[in-house]
C-alpha cells in the first residue's frame, strides 16, 4: 500500500515507518514524506533515505487553514498514496481534510487516549499522578485525537519522572506500536 507520511519536525516516528517498510515482509511503501515546516529535520532523514519528499510551509496560507489542506491533499493525491500516517504532524485539522481521508489517516499520540488529548501529555500525566501512560494509534476525525483506536502500548510512570524521562520512554514504544498497528491495519 502507497503511504505519505505527514511531519512537522524531527521525525523519529517517521524513521520507524521508514525502516519498517524496507523489511520485505511489510505491505506499505512510503511514496511522499510532506512537512508544513520548511526546516523539519524529518525532512532531511527522508530525502537522505532516498524518498520523495515535499515542504508546504502553512504559513504562505495565511490564516486560511482549508487552503494549505488543499495544497497538502493534492500533493497526497499525486503521489499516489492511498492511506496517510500523521507522524508529529502538529496541525490541527479542518474537516476537509478529515473528509477527503475518512477511514484512511491514521495519528499516532503520545498518552492512552481518551486521556490526555492536546499537547503537553507527559506533563499532565505526570502532574495527574497518573500510574501508567503511553502511547496511542487511532483513526483520524473531526475530534482531535478522538478516533478510534486501533492501538496502544503503555509504559509505568516512574517515582522519579520528569516530562523528559516518561517523553522518552513513551516514544521509545511509539517507534514499536505504530509500524506493527499499520500493518495489522492493513492485514
Ligand atoms: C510524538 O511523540 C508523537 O506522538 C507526537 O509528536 C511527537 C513527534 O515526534 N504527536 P517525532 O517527530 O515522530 O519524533
Known amino acids: 500500500t502507497p503511504i505519505a507520511v505527514l511531519i512537522s519536525g524531527r521525525g523519529s516516528n517517521m524513521r520507524a515507518l521508514i525502516e519498517a517498510c524496507a523489511r520485505p515482509d511489510f505491505p506499505a511503501k512510503i511514496v511522499l514524506v510532506l512537512s508544513n515546516r520548511p526546516d523539519a529535520v524529518g525532512l532531511q532523514v527522508a530525502h537522505d533515505a532516498g524518498l520523495a519528499t515535499l515542504a508546504i510551509d502553512h504559513k ?12 497538502v491533499n493534492d500533493a497526497v493525491a499525486k503521489s499516489g498514496a492511498s492511506l496517510i500516517c500523521l507522524a508529529g504532524y502538529m496541525r490541527v485539522l479542518t ?14 499520540h503520545p498518552s ?6 492536546g499537547l503537553h501529555t507527559h506533563e499532565r500525566a505526570i502532574a495527574e499522578g497518573a ?8 483513526l483520524v476525525t473531526a475530534g482531535v485525537d478522538e478516533g478510534p483506536i486501533l492501538g496502544q502500548a503503555r509504559v509505568p510512570v516512574l517515582a522519579n519522572d ?17 509500524p506493527n498497528v499499520l500493518k495489522r491495519f492493513l492485514a
Open 95 to 108: 474537516p476537509f481534510l478529515v473528509n477527503a481521508w475518512e477511514g484512511k489517516m491514521l495519528n499516532i
Open 60 to 71: 504562505a496560507f495565511g490564516k486560511d487553514r482549508e487552503s494549505h489542506e488543499r495544497a
Open 162 to 178: 520528569t516530562a523528559d524521562s516518561l517523553a522518552a520512554r513513551v516514544l521509545e514504544q511509539e517507534h514499536l506500536l505504530y
Open 112 to 117: 492512552l487516549l481518551p486521556a490526555f488529548p
Open 131 to 138: 500510574s501508567e501512560h503511553g502511547c496511542t494509534v487511532h
